[in-house]
């Protein structure tokens, strides 16, 4: 089976008044090989027309598709597309959320956002792999000894997996209030005296858990409690030792922390080859260069 991968990274697709250096047209040109696991190759090698990509790279720096920092493509087992872009550095607090305008290369660090969300997920299969979580299926409260009292009015039924699922049951009114807004939770998690687990934790339980979808990064959070808990290890420390070690990446920065020291999961910065290294893994039914990283299992 023919297996490919598009990479994007993306700040926003809404964000407007960008300046885009649109002078002359682009012409394609090879990934170099920069010996970091990654086999290269060319977009005909693989029987992708490079007109096709050509033409879509010429409408990114026309403007018509903003804020695309970086785009690759891998192929048949080769990495055969990589170009970087003009865009903003993410600022929570900034209209638009637009930092510094910066030409991205492969050698920066990009705000990963909520696809570290795809990172935690692995890092829970990994630590069931490796026996610090018995099951999905388990009570969080398993495995959350300082949140005992929270385990109160059916939140006991809430299981990993619901978290996983984002079907825990908990309001989390993440999609009700802008990101620059303290009345989206995301946000005013850190504009409170509580610990980030009792924030979470704290919301009223609304649905039956496993019965309905509620996007919640707080959810994230949690795992990485458990993980903390389960493990001895940060979710920084954790990452590092199970998954970024063996897949050869040594750049990856969880570069943000709530008050009481807790990683804020969904702050991880990641380079483009880097993020696509873990995806080729889960291609590879969790296998980076002969060896199995993720079990097979958790990524079908």
Not at 234 to 254: Q, V
Not at 266 to 285: D, E, H, Q, W
């Amino acid at each position: 089976m023919k297996k490919t991968i598009v990479l994007i990274s993306i700040l926003s697709l809404l964000f407007a008044g960008c300046k885009f250096d649109s002078s002359g047209q682009y012409a394609y040109r090879p990934p170099e090989n920069i010996n970091d696991g990654l086999d290269v190759g060319t977009l005909n090698e693989v029987k992708i027309k490079p007109g096709l990509i050509v033409k879509a790279v010429n409408k990114i720096y026309e403007g018509k598709y903003i804020e695309v920092h970086s785009m690759l493509i891998y192929k048949d087992n080769k990495l055969v597309f990589e170009e970087y872009f003009q865009g903003h550095e993410y600022k929570w607090d900034a209209p638009y959320h637009h930092g510094e305008w910066v030409t991205w290369d492969r050698d920066m660090l990009h705000n990963n956002m909520s696809a570290t969300k795809s990172i935690v997920s692995a890092c829970i299969g990994i630590a069931i792999d490796h026996g610090f979580i018995e099951s999905v299926h388990q009570s969080i409260f398993d495995y959350l000894p300082e949140h005992q009292h929270l385990k109160t009015g059916g939140r006991d039924k809430i299981t990993i997996e619901h978290l996983l699922t984002m079907t825990t049951g908990l309001e989390w009114k993440e999609w009700s209030a802008p990101y620059s807004s303290t009345d989206n939770p995301c946000i005013g998690i850190w504009f409170q005296d509580k610990d980030p687990i009792t924030y979470i934790l704290e919301k009223p339980l609304i649905n039956e858990p496993g019965t309905s979808f509620n996007y919640s990064t707080g959810n994230m959070h949690v795992l990485g409690e458990i993980i903390r808990n389960t493990s001895n290890m940060t979710i920084n420390e954790f990452s590092k030792k199970y998954l970024f070690d063996p897949l050869g990446i040594d750049t990856a920065d969880w570069y943000l922390k709530f008050k009481n020291g807790m990683y804020n999961v969904n702050s991880l910065k990641i380079k483009p080859r880097a993020m696509m290294k873990f995806g080729v893994t889960f291609l590879n039914n969790g296998v980076w260069n002969g060896k199995q990283i993720i079990s097979g299992q958790w990524v079908i």
